[in-house]
């Protein structure tokens, strides 16, 4: 019980974390990263109720739904970065700064291309 | 047999995919024969729930809770009956829209994926399993929705892709602490052991939160009027017409299957009122819309606005026919909303192919020499108002006598603003359409484009309004107690 | 974004945070009891694994492993859907060029290792598949800009591969009565072995090719400075 706690309750902060992280800060890798440490944080929920206790076998439901969630988090964060990628060749392309529009409520969740990815050239 | 043809609308939609994938040369082909038969199973499974029960099946042979069930009740089916025939017409459109493009390549396998996750979302049974069709809706739909490649829609789908992406993480932990409680995710044995907790209160907090992002419900929905407008015609039509429905749907049957006992007047009111906001916030930016295509995606926020009315009546009405009245009208709704966007998208589609533009403006001559587009968005659009016949004349009728009945009056004030302020931004397209040009020689211009829109038009207004009657006999329900 | 926002943002994701400590810590000292695990456990024998994740991965919730290789799917048609690849690294120089000689066998080999003990001790198709991706990341970070990869044309049938495989049995088992992904009693090893293996090669190529990020090209990309590397995909 003890152990579930710290160890589910360290997934909740890491979820929060992320939460507050994703909606504070403005850079797409950033939101990216956030978004990826909600994840984390809530598979280790999944992971901290699997345990049943010293020496008993484990769960596996939870087990397989994490690893499950992991190929689905990674699908997401692959897609994500090709999107973010063709945003800045496009920005360098044109030479044209961005003007992302990002009015409307909550406009944190807007993203603004940066330059800091690894470049291939 | 019958309970193994549940899995048809999901798996068809899904070889579909794998063989466009895999076959890019004969893409539109084989997606135009896996449409016809995704479509075809859909229906035969509407029939067979309306002929008789609930169907369900547990996949895998192992039976609950260790197995995933799939199920179809009157909901699902009619949801189900309207993924299929709108996905149909827009296959048929996407044919001739993409026809010598490039897009049309990732088009077809992205779409059947898209039309596998609807399907998918509509039957699941379990927890988990949405969570995983949910995913793959959102990033197939985003997928899509960026293949116009412009700039603004690669960023607009970006920020659909992360929103998304936010809106699943909420329900997963939703579903963590439900799994921690309950030590099940199927939804029917859960509906059997929760009870009023703190806990059933949080997970369906997190799991609505992050649904109400997904269904862009007001002040959620910011992402979605530049993700919707910015796509290609026939990805715009199954954004607005069918995905964001899907958030919906759970969302309904969440409250009323899930979580009926534990959901509090107060709740509902607050679901009631962030619905009347899209309603009059969604219209009036629809209003002020400079583009067709962004006028049509306003006008989105604000018809999920009217769905979301429905919880605080819902939830204040007793159990009995009035509250089935409500219910079949909600879902009534829900579907003339899927026929009229889609028809409406598709039929803007042609106008700003034929236009080269879609400013609201400047449209009179592109739109009068197309008669039937322009037909088909005057009937979508008489849909969108909810006059007589369509089918949302009868579901705001309902839903009004609702509000009378528990005493709701407020929201009466908030249906006839909306539907004013309706009315108004499509006369403003209309009155642009019929401009002084020459009358055309004929009504069709090009069939295979314009038939699918003007047919999905026609049914939002003509099959739901005069026949909604089978929307009851499908939900299990004695007819419109008028 | 604004200080003051920041910060009222930070105090109301700490309250959530507060109240889901509460909410978790409550509902665990309720101790539910066994939830999934006895009856998963219980039921492993007639699984044909003898590992419990796989078994409910393959076996008992196959339906989500299916739709997961769909999502897989789906983001790098999303990706292909973007345009041609970036032009690859520079070619590697001698001594990265030899360790990358041995490390990539060494992953493949290492990945069809723990694609077969999946069966009964922890590993599986997305371990081996993910040792396959990387495999093809080693490559492409060593200059050769396909990661290893065959032609468009071969990659597209080997990316449906998992989930094709995957959906034909389902279908193939309800056609023969015994419902979709229900297999047969005494078939299940095999089948979930067939299955996984058509899914660890869709898993690494789809991954490899996500890396790649773009459609892959028939010809020199045009923009390319670099040729790429000319015979890793020969060694492996």
């Known amino acids: 019980m003890t152990a579930a706690f710290l160890y589910g309750g360290a997934g909740i902060l890491l979820f929060a974390l992320g939460l507050w992280s994703l909606l504070v800060h403005e850079p797409l890798l950033r939101k990216l990263i956030a978004l990826n440490i909600m994840g984390a944080g809530v598979f280790h929920v999944f992971i901290a109720v699997a345990h049943r206790g010293d020496g008993t076998p484990p769960d596996p439901v939870p087990h397989a739904l994490v690893l499950t969630g992991i190929v689905v988090a990674v699908s997401a964060t692959a897609l994500a970065l090709a999107l973010h990628n063709r945003l800045e060749q496009d920005a360098s392309d044109s030479a044209q700064s961005t003007s992302t529009s990002t009015a409307g409520l909550l406009s944190g969740l807007s993203i603004s291309p940066q330059s800091d990815i690894i470049r291939h050239e | 047999m019958t309970t193994d043809s549940l899995i048809l609308p999901i798996a068809l939609p899904l070889l579909g995919a794998l063989l466009t994938t895999a076959l890019p040369r004969i893409a539109p082909l084989l997606g135009v024969i896996a449409a016809t038969l995704t479509a075809l199973s859909g229906l035969w499974l509407t029939g067979q729930v309306w002929g008789g029960d609930a169907l369900n099946i547990v996949l895998g042979g192992w039976g609950l809770p260790l197995g995933i069930g799939v199920a179809a009740d009157g909901l699902s089916a009619s949801l189900l009956a309207m993924s299929s025939l709108v996905g149909l017409g827009i296959s048929v459109y996407a044919v001739g829209y993409f026809a010598g493009s490039d897009r049309g390549l990732h088009f077809w396998p992205l779409w059947l994926l898209l039309w596998t996750a609807l399907n998918g979302v509509f039957l699941a049974a379990d927890l988990f399993n949405l969570y995983v069709m949910l995913e793959l809706l959102g990033l197939s739909a985003a997928a899509l929705g960026a293949l116009t490649g412009s700039r603004e829609a690669v960023a607009a789908n970006l920020r659909y892709l992360l929103v998304g992406l936010l809106g699943s993480m909420s329900y997963l932990l939703g579903v963590a602490l439900i799994y921690t409680a309950y030590g099940t995710l199927d939804i029917s044995l859960l509906s059997e052991r929760i009870e009023p907790s703190a806990l059933a209160a949080t997970s369906v907090v997190l799991m609505t939160a992050g649904l109400a992002l997904k269904a862009a419900l007001f002040p959620l929905h910011f992402w979605l009027p530049p993700a919707h407008a910015n796509a290609p015609a026939p990805v715009s039509a199954a954004l607005s017409a069918l995905v964001v429905k899907a958030a919906f749907y759970l969302i309904l049957r969440l409250w009323t299957d899930l979580f009926a006992n534990i959901t509090t007047t107060g709740a509902a009111f607050i679901l009631g009122a962030l619905g009347a906001g899209a309603i009059l916030w969604g219209s009036w930016r629809a209003l002020r819309a400079e583009r067709l295509k962004l006028l049509a995606a306003y006008s989105t926020v604000a018809q999920i606005g009217y769905l979301f009315l429905f919880f605080p009546l819902l939830q204040a009405m007793p159990p009995g026919p009035a509250r089935d009245d409500l219910f079949a009208a909600c879902v009534l709704m829900a579907v003339t909303h899927g026929f009229a966007k889609a028809g409406f998208f598709l039929a803007a589609g042609l106008v700003q192919k034929n236009a080269g533009h879609d400013r609201i403006d400047e449209l009179g001559g592109a739109a009068q020499s197309m008669p039937a587009t322009t037909f088909s968005i005057a009937l979508a659009g008489s849909a969108l108002i909810g006059l007589p016949p369509s089918g949302s004349f009868i579901a705001k009728w309902v839903m009004m006598r609702g509000a009378f009945e528990t005493g709701q009056w407020w929201w009466l004030i908030v249906i006839v603003t909306g539907t004013l302020l309706a009315a108004a931004y499509i006369f403003r397209v209309l009155s642009r359409a019929f401009g002084q040009e020459p009358t055309p020689r004929c009504f069709v211009t090009d069939a295979r484009a314009e038939i699918p829109a003007l047919l999905l038009a026609l049914s939002s207004v003509a099959l739901l309004g005069l026949a909604a009657g089978p929307i009851w006999s499908l939900l299990g329900f004695e007819g419109v107690q008028t | ?236």
């Open chain 3, 1 to 236: 974004m604004n200080r003051d926002l920041s910060l009222l943002i930070g105090i109301l994701v700490a309250l959530l945070a507060v109240l889901l400590l509460g909410v978790f810590h409550s509902t665990l000292a309720l101790d539910p009891g066994q939830r999934l695990a006895s009856l998963a456990l219980e039921r492993l024998p007639e699984s044909g694994v003898s590992n419990p994740v796989t078994a409910v991965l393959l076996n008992y919730r196959a339906y989500d492993t299916l739709l997961e290789l769909a999502v897989l799917l789906a983001a790098l048609l999303g990706i292909w859907s973007l345009g041609p690849a970036r032009p690859g690294f520079q070619p590697a120089g001698p001594a990265l060029a030899a360790m990358v000689d041995w490390v990539v066998p060494l992953a493949i080999l290492t990945g069809g290792y723990l694609l077969w003990v999946g069966g009964h001790a922890p590993g599986g198709a997305f371990q081996a598949g993910a040792l396959l991706g990387a495999a093809g990341v080693i490559l492409r970070l060593a200059g050769n800009a396909g990661a290893g990869l065959p032609s468009e044309a071969w990659q597209r049938w080997l990316i449906v591969l998992g989930a094709g495989v995957f959906s034909l049995i389902g279908l193939l088992l309800a056609l023969t009565g015994y419902g979709f992904l229900s297999y047969p009693p005494g078939q299940a090893k095999w089948l979930i072995l067939l299955i996984e293996t058509a899914a660890t090669i869709a898993i690494g190529v789809t991954l490899a090719a996500a890396y790649v990020g773009g459609r892959p090209q028939m010809a020199q990309p045009p923009r390319s400075p670099l040729a790429p590397m000319a015979d890793p995909e020969a060694k492996r």
